[in-house]
């Protein structure tokens, strides 16, 4: 099963990086590990992919898996072929009750996407609004609207976890830029006094118990024992793999592969300690899940199969793996990087204030007319009058 496949059948990808969502490890009662294929499984559920079409993108998939022959078509199907377009030629032969349901659906969407770009300002960015479907038709859902929908999702689910990291050094440039300038409104005093505990809140933070590598023997004996209850001597891969394939499809997902790295994050986050920082910390996770795919994930697919994951564990990498540097040892931007962004943050203040100063140029030109305009009024008012005052002959 490739990544768009299951994209395709169960919709369980990774949910948006602006809820931050944080992953808990599945708490498993040790009398089921003997056991693990009589394990019940709770059916696959289906999990917001961040893409703005995300609720249209599901809908249409619904209704499409109802289709048999679609079903069988996608089942049959492989990576290359759906991003080539085969599998939505394929729409042509589902029945006509799905198609009458997709053009609802498509109308749906179409009806929102109207509403939404009142709000956006730019033609790019209305543009990309419409990338997933054809809106030059905006009644029906054909072959056309099905292969935008499919190379869309595959597109922006590819680049998901880059925006994620940008979003995420501009978080820190922020901060940063922040505290600069908070440092130029205090005193000498008040400066040293900053500078220290800055320093001690940054000692505190990098003061947690080793961490382990992220998909190493050690890094999952933590999971098995703490979050399972298990006997760290009774490790075994592929009961651990039963265990959190906790959807059952027989892979690893995204989010399954988070929620493995929740342990190790706690060593390093409390969101009770004022030195710890929740964004940090999901950026830690996402960065802990992109290297063990990368380690693991052999198809590329963006899926962790059992073979994929049982011959990872025989590695000398999952046995013997290098120290894990944490976010605090690798810094988010470099210096010339954090330079460009401030020469930004002034250009845009910059330009905000000249622009305040045309809006205020603007209404005092407005106030001038309107006192021209009621003077006028009062003169026009006064020669009315005197008019009035001028006897009939």
């Known amino acids: 099963m490739s990544y768009l496949k299951g994209l395709l059948t169960s919709c369980l990808v990774l949910a948006s990086v602006m809820s931050w969502a944080k992953a808990v490890p599945i708490s498993i009662d040790k009398t089921k590990v003997k056991l693990p294929e009589e394990t019940v499984k709770e059916p696959p559920q289906s999990v917001d992919t961040g893409l703005h079409y995300d609720r249209y993108l599901r809908e249409v998939i619904d209704f499409l898996e109802k289709d048999q022959h679609f079903r069988e078509k996608l089942h049959n199907t492989d990576m290359e072929d759906i991003k080539q377009g085969k599998l939505a030629k394929e729409l042509d032969f589902v029945s006509h009750h799905v198609r009458t349901k997709l053009d609802e659906l498509k109308r749906q969407e179409v009806s929102r996407l109207r509403t939404l770009i009142k709000t956006i300002n730019t033609k790019w960015a209305l543009l990309k609004q419409f990338e997933h479907l054809n809106h030059m038709n905006p009644h029906t859902f054909e072959v056309e609207d099905l292969d935008r929908l499919i190379k869309s999702a595959t597109k922006d689910l590819e680049n998901y976890d880059k925006e994620r990291h940008e ?15 908070h440092l130029k409104t205090l005193d000498e005093e008040g400066r040293r006094k900053e500078e220290e505990h800055y320093e001690e809140m940054k000692k505190k933070h990098a003061d ?48 399954e592969l988070e929620a493995l790295f929740t342990k190790e994050l706690e060593k390093i986050y409390d969101p009770t300690n004022e030195e710890d920082d929740m964004v940090e910390m999901e950026e830690e996770r996402l960065r802990m899940r992109e290297h063990v795919m990368n380690e693991v994930d052999s198809n ?3 899926l962790v199969s059992l073979d994929e994951f049982l011959v990872a564990t025989k590695k000398k990498e999952f046995l013997e793996p290098d120290s894990w540097e944490t976010l605090e040892q690798n810094q988010a931007y470099t210096d010339e990087e954090m330079r460009e962004f401030e020469e930004q943050l002034a250009r845009q203040e910059e330009d905000l204030n000249l622009k305040a100063a045309d809006l205020q140029k603007q209404r005092e030109d407005l106030e001038r007319q309107q006192e021209q305009l009621n003077a006028q009024k009062v003169e026009l008012q006064q020669v009315t009058e005197l008019i009035c005052l001028i006897p009939a002959h």
């Open 167 to 181: 979003e995420f050094k501009r978080y820190e440039m922020m901060k940063e830029h922040e505290r600069r300038e």
């Open 300 to 302: 590329k697919d963006r």
């Open 208 to 255: 947690h118990p080793k961490v382990n590598h992220p998909g190493s023997k050690d890094q999952l004996k933590e999971v098995w024992e703490e979050a399972d209850g298990l006997d760290p001597e009774d490790f075994d891969p592929k009961t651990f793999f039963n265990l959190h394939d906790a959807n059952g499809d027989g892979f690893f997902d995204e989010q």
